[in-house]
T-cell receptor, first 114, second 118 residues
Framework: KNQVEQSPQSLIILEGKNCTLQCNYTVSPFSNLRWYKQDTGRGPVSLTIMTFSENTKSNGRYTATLDADTKQSSLHITASQLSDSASYICVVSPGSSNTGKLIFGQGTTLQVKP | DGGITQSPKYLFRKEGQNVTLSCEQNLNHDAMYWYRQDPGQGLRLIYYSQIVNDFQKGDIAEGYSVSREKKESFPLTVTSAQKNPTAFYLC?????????????????FGDGTRLSIL
């Protein structure tokens, strides 16, 4: 069964600190992996998209890594800010799908405290 | 600015009532999607549409219906047959459904409609 599991479920850090969110998936074949940020009461916003051949991709203070062999991805946030408080969602696109259907993780809720 | 507009932001449904959620996009995207988000769960696909006048059931289509009469619009109706409609509903669009070469295109999301039962 194609699944995407994220950890931890929630995380609290102090402003200015770094943190790393984890994503493990069992989707096979695999096309690409995406990280989204979702503020409370808003829609998700795309942070990064990586194909199976990419190992890392950055977007400002956000850096995503991908290990297609172990089927693991991480999202590293550097020098966290209060505005980073949100839910972060890992999303995998199956390689066999030509319908745009994506498999969503349940998200990690990050709270950044002053 | 181009984007996706969902309305209303909050909606209440009475017993036996059908309600319609609006989704409009001005991104000139061909593909549109409807998702349901429940606490502690990943987004689940309700319906999707690749082109005008064509749409397909997603993973949890029972109790829902859609139409795609215009490229810009993809309204979702939550019917009285949906016994547990309370959720956050998200509309999304992408340039096209995935195929090699366009797999890196993100889905753009609206800001959702929160539906509750009266």
């Amino acid at each position: 069964k194609n699944q995407v599991e994220q950890s931890p479920q929630s995380l609290i850090i102090l402003e200015g600190k770094n943190c790393t969110l984890q994503c493990n998936y069992t989707v096979s074949p695999f096309s690409n992996l995406r990280w989204y940020k979702q503020d409370t009461g808003r829609g998700p916003v795309s942070l990064t998209i990586m194909t199976f051949s990419e190992n890392t991709k950055s977007n400002g203070r956000y850096t995503a890594t991908l290990d297609a062999d172990t089927k693991q991805s991480s999202l590293h946030i550097t020098a966290s800010q209060l505005s980073d408080s949100a839910s972060y969602i890992c999303v995998v696109s199956p390689g066999s799908s030509n319908t745009g259907k994506l498999i969503f993780g349940q998200g990690t809720t990050l709270q950044v405290k002053p | 600015d181009g984007g996706i507009t969902q309305s209303p932001k909050y909606l209440f449904r009475k017993e036996g009532q059908n309600v319609t959620l609006s989704c409009e996009q001005n991104l000139n995207h061909d593909a549109m999607y409807w998702y349901r988000q429940d606490p502690g769960q990943g987004l689940r696909l309700i319906y999707y549409s690749q082109i005008v006048n064509d749409f397909q059931k997603g993973d949890i289509a029972e109790g829902y219906s859609v139409s795609r009469e215009k490229k810009e619009s993809f309204p979702l109706t939550v019917t009285s047959a949906q016994k547990n409609p309370t959720a956050f509903y998200l509309c999304a669009s992408s340039i096209d459904l995935w195929f090699p070469g366009f797999g890196n295109q993100p889905q753009h999301f609206g800001d959702g409609t929160r539906l509750s039962i009266l």
